[in-house]
């Protein structure tokens, strides 16, 4: 009897000692199925978050790199690792202050790229390129034209993409991964106001359709090119293509020539095959400025003294 009872009290001991280490392991194998689970779900599930909030809290390519310098100045980027990333990405990076950018309405690029592995800057002469467009026209490729709608002149916008080989801003045929860096600039000059001489040989006044100008007398003997608007951005270099705003007047008849003032859409001066009197009134202007050039005849169209008001709003290195 004594020995029956102390067999039952030990195995039923031994019982007892199974269930603890059965209980942990049966908890380890919960934990381990959960975490099982959770990496073939989309992360944010079981937070109830879409996969875009999870993305954002998480990071993306788009946070590995720092851009520095003003919006419309030459862009300084670091990365603190080569980017891999599958189509495109992109975010504003500086918000704008001037006029929103609405469908049909003229929008002025200055798009800076940069090889998305180092860093190592892409654009010609290390120099932003500049281009204008209709905003919604389909002039630009569809993320930058959806991108640019409803942001302010003097944005800066961030784009990450994986490229074909012959497809960069640059043409280097080995880039994978390019970011471009691009500001929405102003569409007409934005510089600070500069007093005008008295001696001035025309007056400019600005109205609904463009600059108005006017004036007295026989034309001056040789060119003359005064500010109106003095501004702080890049600098003109000889052979530039400069993305400018303007009209030209005939000094004798008061016609107005040619003018981008009617559509609002500025267009680009060659320097390279510009007259020569314009090209010598815009290398070393800065962008942001007006000028108004009188233009004499040997060194503008040949037939009479022309009256150019420009204004300089992007200016990038010639094709040549």
Not at 269 to 297: C, H, K, W, Y
């Amino acid at each position: 009897m004594t020995g029956h009872g102390t067999r039952r009290a030990t195995r039923a001991r031994r019982r007892g000692g199974w269930s603890l280490p059965l209980a942990v392991a049966l908890v380890v194998l919960l934990v381990a199925a959960a975490a099982a689970v959770g990496l073939w779900m989309r992360p944010g599930d079981l937070l109830g978050q879409s996969s875009e909030q999870s993305a954002a809290q998480s990071g993306s390519v788009l946070d590995r790199v720092t851009v520095s310098g003003r919006p419309g100045a030459t862009p300084v980027l670091t990365l603190t690792a080569p980017l891999e990333v599958s189509g495109e990405k992109y975010r504003e990076i500086a918000t704008g202050t001037g006029r929103t950018i609405t469908e049909g309405a003229p929008v002025v690029l200055a798009i800076t790229a940069f090889d998305g592995a180092d860093g190592t800057i892409l654009s010609p002469d290390a120099r932003p390129r500049t281009t204008a467009g209709l905003a919604g026209s389909g002039e630009f490729d569809e993320v930058l034209d959806r991108a640019v709608l409803g942001r302010k002149e003097g944005a800066r916008l961030l784009f990450v993409r994986s490229i074909a080989p012959t497809d960069t801003e640059s043409g280097a045929g080995d880039v994978q991964v390019e970011v471009d860096v691009v500001d929405i600039l102003p569409s007409v000059a934005d510089g600070e106001e500069v007093e005008v001489p008295a001696d001035a040989p025309v007056t400019v006044t600005l109205g609904d359709d463009g600059p108005m100008v006017s004036h007295e007398g026989d034309a001056p003997d040789g060119e003359t090119t005064h500010l109106l608007l003095r501004g702080s951005g890049s600098q003109v270099r000889s052979g530039d293509r400069v993305l400018a705003q303007f009209s030209v007047t005939g000094w004798s008849d008061g016609e107005v020539r040619e003018s981008t003032w009617g559509t609002g859409l500025p267009r680009v001066i060659d320097l390279s095959t510009a007259m020569p009197g314009l090209v010598e009134a815009l290398v070393d202007q800065r962008v942001g400025s007006r000028l108004v050039v009188t233009i004499p005849p040997e060194l503008a169209t040949g037939d009479d003294t022309l009256v150019a008001v420009v204004d300089v709003l992007g200016t990038s290195p010639g094709t040549s």
